[in-house]
Nanobody, 124 residues
Framework: QVQLVESGGGLVQAGGSLRLSCAASGRTFSSYAMGWFRQAPGKEREFVAAISWSGGSTYYADSVKGRFTISRDNAKNTVYLQMNSLKPEDTAVYYC?????????????????WGQGTQVTVSS
């Protein structure tokens, strides 16, 4: 069992930055690939970024490539999402998720555990 708790969301102006954190419980965090997803009001959940268990492989949605960076610190059981050059369309609830698979998957149904989400609002 893995429990995930996101933090770091908030209100930021367009062009600004935020760093989201996702703290995981459990001793086997380093064996899980991790992902970030987001859901805007009235829209379906969408993939944002994912990282392999080792951190050696990452994968991004085209909409955030070059602006967002996913990373992890297995010693701290934490995965991060650094978000730069934020746009109003990045406004959403951001969720982190863990998968027993070792590769950075983009499908939400491939993930086994989810956090409760953190709100990110980007004003224009």
């Amino acid at each position: 069992q893995v429990q995930l708790v996101e933090s770091g969301g908030g209100l930021v102006q367009a062009g600004g930055s935020l760093r989201l954190s996702c703290a995981a419980s459990g001793r086997t965090f380093s064996s899980y690939a991790m992902g970030w997803f987001r859901q805007a009001p009235g829209k379906e959940r969408e993939f944002v970024a994912a990282i392999s268990w080792s951190g050696g492989s990452t994968y991004y949605a085209d909409s955030v490539k070059g602006r967002f960076t996913i990373s992890r610190d297995n010693a701290k059981n934490t995965v991060y999402l650094q978000m730069n050059s934020l746009k109003p369309e990045d406004t959403a609830v951001y969720y982190c998720a863990a998968t027993r698979g070792s590769y950075p998957a983009s499908g939400g149904d491939e993930y086994d555990y989810w956090g409760q989400g953190t709100q990110v609002t980007v004003s224009s």
